[in-house]
């Protein structure tokens, strides 16, 4: 297939678009580079820099032709789209219709789009499942919301086929890619970030949450699982189809244990420091992944040792991140 890959800049579209690349397929990647980086593009993918806000240079891109697009690129920070909603609506939303604009107008007729847990806000109970009510606790998680309902209307309209991946916490590296945010907010990365001695102490954001050891509890899913899911769910795609999963492991770990199987994987002792809550953070998100279990026989293969263990040694490989 020949894909376009908004986003493939950033740590998971790079990482996709290297997966695609080894399947055989063809890979141009649309990135405005603001927080991807040149060096993350995989050897084999043409590199178009442009912006999603900016209708010609997308048009363009999008009329090259292509079989499908994988929609990555967006803003992600919650607390600054808590600071600065109008940038994720403007980014995340607008961006969005503007390719979806571009993509009709070009015939291109499907799409697998990034969506988040975070459209569930802080949900009843968990696992959970794709049904349960959305209440999104932040800009962020709105406007992937608003993305979501505009590509199941637009599926409707005018049968595009699109599939929304709600993914839990993602983690780990692959094909010589792995995570390198600016600034890094990611428990992972930032746990490391202390293993490799570029920060004191990991930073715990709260520890009287009402959960087994009072710190949050989240699902982590390697990458290359992750990556996976998509290939599938673009394959299953059908016109006039809007699919949502959501994509996680089932099992859910504290902060307290994240940081444990860090010392383990790493053989560092990693100090901690106790901090406040951090504004926005639901006690516990773990995912049901059953239905793409059913639908798709998706099932992820790689446990938490996994995912830690590959972004650490990604991490020593790259100890400047991309900058190297
Ligand atoms: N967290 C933490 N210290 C950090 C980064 C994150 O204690 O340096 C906590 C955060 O408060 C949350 C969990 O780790 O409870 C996962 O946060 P992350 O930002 O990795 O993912 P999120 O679940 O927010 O998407």
């Not at 802080?122 to 794709?130: G, L, N, T, Y």
């Not at 979501?148 to 709600?166: K, M, N, Q, T």
């Not at 006690?283 to 590959?310: F, K, M, N, T």
Request: proline share 6%.
């Amino acid at each position: 297939m020949r894909l376009l890959v908004t986003g493939g800049a950033g740590y998971i579209g790079s990482i996709c678009s290297a997966v695609a690349l080894a399947a055989g397929h063809r890979v141009a990647i649309f990135d405005n580079l603001g927080h991807g980086h040149k060096a993350a593009v995989p050897a084999g993918a043409e590199l178009v820099e442009g912006d999603l806000l900016d209708e010609g240079s997308l048009r363009d891109a999008v009329g090259a032709g292509f079989d499908a697009v994988l929609h990555f690129a967006a803003l992600i920070v919650v607390p600054e789209s808590v600071a600065r909603p109008e940038r994720y609506y403007r980014n995340n939303v607008v961006g969005t219709l503007n390719l979806v604009d571009a993509l009709r107008q070009a015939g291109v007729r499907r799409l697998v789009f990034s969506s988040t847990a975070a459209v569930y806000g802080e949900p009843e109970s968990v696992p959970i499942p794709e049904s349960a009510p959305t209440r999104p606790a932040s800009p962020y998680g709105n406007s992937k919301l608003a993305v979501d309902r505009l590509l199941a209307d637009e599926c409707a309209a005018h049968g595009l086929a699109a599939a929304s991946l709600r993914y839990f916490n993602v983690g780990g590296a692959l094909h010589g890619l792995g995570e390198d945010h600016r600034p890094e907010t990611h428990l992972i990365p930032n746990v490391l970030a202390v293993a490799a001695g570029r920060a004191e102490a990991v930073e715990l954001f709260g520890t009287d949450y009402d959960t087994p050891d009072g710190t949050c509890v989240r699902d982590y899913v390697h990458i290359e699982d992750l990556a996976a899911a998509h290939f599938l769910a673009l394959e299953a795609l059908e016109a006039g189809r809007h699919d949502v999963y959501n994509l996680g492991s089932g099992s859910g770990y504290s902060v307290l244990e994240v940081i444990e199987t860090a010392r383990r994987v790493t053989g560092r002792p990693l100090p901690v420091q106790e901090r406040p809550r951090r504004p926005g953070d639901a006690p516990r998100l773990v995912a049901s992944s059953q239905a793409i279990a059913s639908a798709l026989g998706w099932q992820p293969r790689h446990d938490l040792e996994a995912i830690i263990g590959d972004a650490w040694s990604w991490m020593q490989e790259h100890p400047n991140g991309y900058s190297d």
